[in-house]
């Protein structure tokens, strides 16, 4: 995600393309038929699935496992958004290589929003690679993702006014649910003796969670994976990791495990011990059809294994007892 001045201006010029609300969706989807809708990421299709329901049919453009930093849109993407009827994007330069794709059906009339719209500037955190712009990870805080849920039921109830009603039932429904995750998150983290607080993965995606639950978050990389850690910054978080005694460190599943490696046999030669507590949903969901493959999911899975690797106390199967069963240290 090359964020280039210039890509700032486009991201401006996308948020004030989108058509007015007064233009319903339905004029370019059949009467009573579902409405069309691609999100760029898993973590917004899920969100605008539970909120317009059988209202719509929704589909991710960025599936499981793949880094929305560096994905390339192909031509399927290009062809997804030309027929959709609601475009939900996540904004904040997360989606660098996809943002033409937006321009472009934005310009052409699309309905293209960003999820992230309602934040107030004061709170999103900087993105310290990128001196002037915003850490894209908004998720990792449900209480901060659960703004977008009205940014999502607003639409569609402009998109489709006779189903308002159902759009504003469903979104309660879910804040209600993001509520519960975050109460869950709260109890099973604040379990974690203070000291052991520090959370090491591969990149820089778990500022807004450290930021609302009291951890010391370090990525190896930056917010961008595009940004490579050279030798001193696995030197630095090797330092960091034998001076607080950490005890395990985090994989994640958008992003190869060598930098993790190499702080592990970096610490083995300083005479620290130091295990990989788990591998950490960041920048996409788990596998489509699963518990984990929700953002309710993806969340449970994260707060549930960082709790259990850094010393705290979570039910092995988390919050719903829905988890899989593979939460044990993978080394």
């Known amino acids: 995600m090359r964020l280039h001045l210039v890509l700032v201006s486009l991201i401006v010029l996308l948020s004030g393309c989108a058509p007015d609300d007064s233009q319903s969706a339905q004029s370019s989807a059949e009467p009573n038929e579902p409405l069309r809708i691609v999100a760029t990421t898993g973590m917004i299709a899920d969100m ?9 049919e929704v589909v991710a453009l960025i599936k499981p496992g793949v880094d929305p930093h560096l994905y390339k849109p192909t031509r399927s993407d290009a062809e997804r958004i030309l027929n959709a009827d609601i475009i939900f994007y996540n904004g904040l330069l997360l989606e660098g290589k996809l943002t033409d794709t937006l321009i472009r059906a934005a310009s052409s009339g699309k309905m293209v929003y960003g999820v992230t719209e309602l934040l107030d ?22 209480v901060a993702w659960s703004a977008g849920v009205a940014v999502v039921r607003d639409r569609l109830s402009a998109a489709v006014p006779d189903a308002s009603e159902a759009f504003a039932e469903n979104a309660r429904r879910y804040k209600g649910e993001l509520e519960s995750l975050h109460a869950y998150a709260s109890e099973v983290l604040s379990s974690v003796p203070e000291q052991n607080r520090i959370l090491v993965t591969a990149h820089d995606a778990f500022g807004y969670f450290g930021r609302r639950y009291g ?3 370090v990525g190896v990389q930056g917010i961008s994976t595009e940004s490579e850690a050279g030798v001193r910054d696995i030197e630095d978080l090797v330092e960091l990791i034998v001076s607080n005694d950490v005890a395990a460190i985090f994989l994640e599943s958008t992003v190869p495990e060598r930098n993790i490696r190499s702080l592990i046999t970096g610490a083995r030669a300083r005479g620290k011990s130091v295990v990989i507590g788990g591998e950490l949903f960041s920048d996409a969901m788990g596998p489509e059809g699963t518990y984990e493959g929700t953002y309710i999911g993806m969340i449970d899975h994260n707060v549930t294994t960082i709790a259990r690797a850094l010393g705290g106390e979570a039910p092995s199967r988390g919050m719903q007892a829905k988890l899989g069963s593979d939460l044990q240290t993978a080394e």
């Open 48 to 56: 605008v699935r539970n909120v317009a329901g059988e209202h719509a």
């Open 215 to 217: 951890y010391r978050v």
């Open 121 to 142: 500037e004061a709170d999103l955190l900087e993105a310290e690679d990128y001196p002037g712009l915003h850490d894209p990870h908004v998720w990792m805080d449900p």
